[in-house]
């Protein structure tokens, strides 16, 4: 009789917690930055026992990730900046043309990629200028690195006719860099990738400088676009601390989920600055008078209510 009372509760319990509501985070590569990210953000909101399981979901990349939040499949995802605002204005991207996910919506700015620029050291390339008639691996046709290197290229004078565009993804851009395939290779990712240091110790590569001037100027149309310092001694070989160009990554949410959850989940991830910026070192110049300016989509209702309270926004 004891040991059926006992199955019993264990049956109740467990099904109670295959019925808690779940929070489904889609965040990339499992071996990714924004992976690690993502699962220490859902532990320390399960710590909270806001009474919702939170859980961190692989995914193909920033498109997969955005058209899970549109199917419903994803309550919330970590994307680059540059493909959420093209998916929520329906251009930009091929896959996003005259197609917008207008039930995107932002919570902040968490921390910039890099956009990084590479060449090999010695070979008279300063600046995007000087890569005028050079071949470039410049990611795959209608990708958003093709069109972030186009918009680098162009506020420096480049167009299409002026470099010799080689279309490759971006880890067969950093192998044609080290074979001498290409003169140059852009690659977007977070400061200190495993991919660059790896490329670094094997060939003397250079960062490209980007003036703040001119991240300046593509921002006023993509606000996305952040300026960044690369600091130096980063990478192997690389001394010197490099201004150049960042894409902020952006925390969103389903327009479906509650804006209650929404923001006692920010009040838990945010409260505590210092916590959020020790989890992860590109985190660590998060600040929120930064993470709201130039969000790719609307606030959604529940993380606008957290940062009106905070002072940070104002009240509409």
Avoid: C
């Avoid at 779940?22 to 953000?41: K, W, Y």
């Avoid at 399981?53 to 990349?61: A, E, H, I, L, Y």
């Avoid at 250079?206 to 960044?228: D, G, I, M, N």
């Amino acid at each position: 009789m004891r040991k059926a009372l006992q199955m019993l509760i264990f049956s109740n319990l467990l099904g109670l917690a295959l019925a808690q509501p779940t929070v489904v985070i889609g965040a990339g590569n499992p071996t990714g930055i924004l992976f690690h990210i993502a699962s220490a953000l859902a532990e320390r909101a399960d710590k909270a026992e806001l009474g919702i399981r939170w859980s961190v979901k692989p995914t193909d990349g920033g498109r997969s990730s955005l058209e899970g939040l549109a199917t419903g499949e994803l309550q919330m995802a970590l994307v680059g900046g540059d493909v959420a605002y093209y998916a929520y204005n329906g251009t930009g991207l091929p896959a996003f043309e005259k197609k917008p996910l207008r039930g995107l919506k932002s919570v902040a700015y968490l921390f910039p990629e890099v956009v990084h620029i590479l060449v090999r050291a010695g070979q008279g390339i300063h600046t995007p200028a000087d890569l005028k008639g050079r071949k470039v691996a410049m990611g795959e046709p209608g990708s958003p690195i093709e069109v972030t290197a186009r918009l680098v290229l162009g506020v420096y004078g480049l167009g299409s006719g002026d470099v010799q565009p080689a279309p490759l993804s971006p880890t067969e851009g950093l192998a044609a860099l080290q074979d001498g395939r290409v003169d140059a290779a852009f690659y977007i990712a977070p400061l200190g990738d495993p991919a660059v240091q790896r490329l670094a110790a094997r060939v003397a590569l250079q960062e490209l400088l980007v003036e703040p001037s001119r991240v300046e100027a593509l921002s006023q149309k993509y606000p996305f676009y952040t300026p960044v310092l690369l600091p130096g001694r980063v990478y192997p070989g690389i001394d010197v601390t490099t201004p150049a160009i960042g894409i902020q990554v952006v925390l969103l949410a389903s327009e479906y989920m509650s804006a209650d959850l929404l923001r006692s989940w920010a009040s838990v991830i945010f409260g505590n600055e210092a916590a959020l910026r020790s989890l992860e070192p590109v985190l660590a110049g998060f600040s929120a008078k930064t993470a709201v300016r130039g969000l790719p989509a609307p606030l959604h209702p529940g993380a606008e209510r957290y940062w009106v309270e905070r002072g940070v926004i104002p009240l509409q």
